[in-house]
């Protein structure tokens, strides 16, 4: 069955960093374009950062000069470096990306389950 699988959120004080992973499980036969989102409590889910299988990415103007995104194609993982947090970057982010999921080349949006960042004054 073919999944997203995060992991590397956690608790961290302001200031600090966290990098976060995503990689897919399962048979997949291409990846597109991935990406994160997140959302905080009573808020909307929000684009974070995306990223094309040639590397063009687009961030949201919150977290430019703080978060970058970047993939692996080979392992099918996207990543999420996050510096300078914030306590307002505190959510839980997703994971997306567009596989492809069978040998005739269609695909499907997929998301990951959701990792926690906590960001402390």
């Known amino acids: 069955q073919v999944q997203l699988v995060e992991s590397g959120g956690g608790l961290v004080q302001a200031g600090g960093s966290l990098k976060l992973s995503c990689g897919t499980s399962?048979?997949?036969?291409?990846?597109?374009?991935m990406g994160w989102y997140r959302q905080a409590p009573g808020k909307q889910r929000e684009l974070v950062a995306l990223i094309l299988s040639d590397g063009t990415t687009n961030s949201a103007d919150s977290v430019k000069g703080r978060f970058t995104i970047s993939r692996d194609n080979a392992k099918n993982t996207v990543y999420l470096q996050m510096d300078s947090l914030k306590p307002e970057d505190t959510g839980v982010y997703y994971c997306h990306a567009y596989l492809i999921t069978d040998r005739w080349k269609h695909g499907d949006d997929y998301w990951g389950q959701g990792t926690q960042v906590t960001v402390s004054s």
């Open positions: 399962g048979s997949v036969f291409g990846v597109g374009r």
